[in-house]
Antibody, heavy 123, light 107 residues
Framework: QVQLQESGPGLVKPSGTLSLTCAVS?????????WSWVRQPPGKGLEWIGE???????NYNPSLKSRVTISVDKSKNQFSLKLSSVTAADTAVYYCARDRKKTVAAPRYFDLWGRGTLVTVSS | DIQMTQSPSSLSASVGDRVTITCRAS??????LNWYQQKPGKAPKLLIYAASSLQSGVPSRFSGSGSGTDFTLTISSLQPEDFATYYC?????????FGQGTKVEIK
């Protein structure tokens, strides 16, 4: 079955750029799904960061939009997150997730999640 | 932006209890509401989508209802494995928003 796996550095320096990749296995990233990044600061709730379609279309959380870039690499069946100018407030577990729907007009939902990766921003 | 507000923030319950969690949207979101369960150190797990549709493999003791701005997640008979944090999430707008979570603890 389809699985998602996040990877990337677990430690990023303040003012640096956080870079993560989500590998999609068991299925194609070019299927009719959007692919999202969601984060969760330690002990806190979930925050949606943004999403991408295999065509390259993206949508971002306005609160992070100026610092976020999500890209897709169809040849490697993966998508990536870059978050620039990070501070301690960006310390969180970062999840990638599949955002799908049953029919064209149906509501969407995150039905598949990676295990998450903790990124700490510290010098 | 659509804001999602859950209540209560936490609750204590016993095995076998009926538990209800409420989620309110700041504007109408039709039935574009999903529920997730998250256990410590684990990724969220989809329970209910489109307000009332049970995700495949999820026990039938979980149910969802509501439309517009008010939604509920009900666990008909709480089991030991149900102690977790529950989140609602709207998919009506492009900016996906989650509720703040409801922690269900053992009484």
């Amino acid at each position: 079955q389809v699985q998602l796996q996040e990877s990337g550095p677990g430690l990023v320096k303040p003012s640096g750029t956080l870079s993560l990749t989500c590998a999609v296995s068991g299925g194609s990233i070019s299927s009719s799904n959007w692919w999202s990044w969601v984060r969760q600061p330690p002990g806190k709730g979930l925050e949606w960061i943004g999403e991408i379609y295999h065509s390259g279309s993206t949508n971002y959380n306005p609160s992070l939009k100026s610092r976020v870039t999500i890209s897709v690499d169809k040849s490697k069946n993966q998508f990536s997150l870059k978050l620039s100018s990070v501070t301690a407030a960006d310390t969180a577990v970062y999840y990638c997730a599949r955002d799908r729907k049953k029919t064209v007009a149906a509501p969407r939902y995150f039905d598949l999640w990676g295990r998450g990766t903790l990124v700490t921003v510290s010098s | 932006d659509i804001q999602m507000t859950q209540s209560p923030s936490s609750l204590s319950a016993s095995v076998g209890d009926r538990v209800t969690i409420t989620c309110r949207a700041s504007q109408s979101i039709s039935s574009y509401l999903n529920w997730y369960q998250q256990k410590p150190g684990k990724a969220p797990k989809l329970l209910i989508y489109a307000a009332s549709s049970l995700q495949s493999g999820v026990p039938s003791r979980f149910s969802g209802s509501g439309s517009g701005t008010d939604f509920t997640l009900t666990i008909s008979s709480l089991q030991p494995e149900d102690f977790a944090t529950y989140y609602c999430q709207q998919s009506y707008s492009t900016l996906r928003a989650f509720g703040q979570g409801t922690k269900v603890e053992i009484k």
